[in-house]
Structure formats: C-alpha cells, structure tokens
C-alpha cells in the first residue's frame, strides 16, 4: 500500500513528479520496505546514462512515472564485483536480429538483486557473446514478468530468504532460460550492435560509463555511513550529557554531597564520541562532494 500510494503521487501530482524526475526526492523514503526503491536509484540511472535517445523515449518516461518497476542485476551467485568474470551470456542471433539471455551454470544466476522479486523488468549485466567472440559485460533490458505479474516463460525468480534487516527484503534470485531479447534492448548509448551483428566499441573515454549505476549505489554507502554514524554519535554524546559516574571529590567525608561527574567530563570519553561526530561531519561533507561531482559526470 505504501508503494502504490508513491506510485500514485508521481502520477497525479505534477510538483511531486517533476522533483522526482530531477532526483530530488529521497524515493526510499517511501518505498522501504519493498525493495524496489532500487527503481529509482540504481535503474534509472541506468536508463538515463546508458539508453540512447530512442530506448529513452520508450522506456524513460513510463519507468519514471512506475508503470513499470525495474531491478538491477548484477551481481551472480559466483561473481558479484568481479564483473569480467560475469558468466550469464547475451549471444546475438543474427537470424532473427535478437539476443539469447541465458544462465549456463548455477553459479551463473542472478543473486541478490534488490527488490528482483517484486519487479517487473530488470537491467541484467551479461557477457555480449557475436560469432563466438566475447565482447564482455553489457547492460540488457529483460522483462521478467507479463502484465498479470506471472514470470515470462523461461525465466525463474524467487527470493532468498530472511534477512537480518527487514527493511531489505524482496531481494531474490533469477535464472535466464534462452531468454530472447530485441537487438533494441542492449543498452545502447556508447556502444552498439549492428543488424548485421558488427560491433561497434564504446569511445576508449566512456567504456567504463557501465559501471555508472555502482558508483552511485557506493556513493548512497558514503551518505549511508554518515547517517548511521551521526545517529549513534549524537546517541552517545546526549547519554554521556545526562550520565553520571564517579565522584568529584573522592576523599570528602561525604562524595555524594561533592556531586558526580557526567561522563562527557572524561577527556577519553570527549575523544572517543567526539571523533566519532566529527568522522560523520567527514562522511557527510565527502557524500556531498562525491554526489555532485558524480551528477556533472553523469549529465556530460
């Protein structure tokens, strides 16, 4: 119910949906428990720095306004990183001008793709496969599920099971049968393949732009850190405000009537809660750098 009421906000108020649109609203916010606030991070941003012009003016503006939600698969049972050592394949059928998306080995599904179970449509990272030659990872518009929500034949999704923050669930897995593709739906905005199954190379300045919707995923880590850290920090300093431990004067007849010290008034506590806020002031001023530079990147 919190989903669709975000979903309906974007589409029926205008001010709303032209913030979202300028990623200035914090759509996690409102969509943490389902997973799929990955739609409006790492996804879109997929979208708007890798699609060309016409997979933009399909896709951009329906995924924008959620009618359809999309997940980010990368990361493999056997790879997560390592994104060379991707095993899932997209081998071009030049026959029928289309991509075979496929899984050749277990440790070749998708695992851990955030909000992969409650999506419909999802960017896979696969091997670009041309006349046996492999060209490496590239970026892939899948459909997972048809319009009743039943997966699309050859496709297998489930969800991994409990995890330890239950803000973070829907988060699955997913195996590739012989999925076929349009040749459209490479990601197609630096590098492409021809109908007649050429490949043309992305320009040496912009082949490690697929990687783009990681960085920002990493640079969410940063802001992350300073939120958990300035949150325990300022915890810690405001108990050590109102705590009392020790006396002042120990040797008096009567401590308790010299009063107690609070433990702020430790030098060792100061050192350890102060430098603990001022790591998230780091964190914070860094996350804010990090954000605006990675936006000028995106936006060349």
Known sequence: ERAAAAMRLINENAEFRQAHMAQKVPMGRFIASTGISIHFSMFLTFLRTQASKEQQSKWLGLATRGKFLGAYAQTELGHGSNIRALETTATFDRETDEFVIHSPTLTSMKWWPTGIYACTHACVMALLIIDGVNYGFHGFMVQLRDDQGNCMPGIEIGEIGPKYDPEHNYIGYCRFDQIR???????????????????????????????????ATRVAFVHMSASSLGKAATIAIRYSAVRHQGFKDTQAADPLASGEHRIIDYSMQQYRVFKALALSYMFSMNARWISTYLGRVQAA
């Open 181 to 215: 593709i349009p040749r459209f739906n490479m990601f197609a905005k630096n590098q492409q393949v021809t109908r007649d199954g050429v490949y043309v190379a992305a320009p040496p300045k912009l082949s490690k732009f697929k990687y783009i919707s990681m960085m």
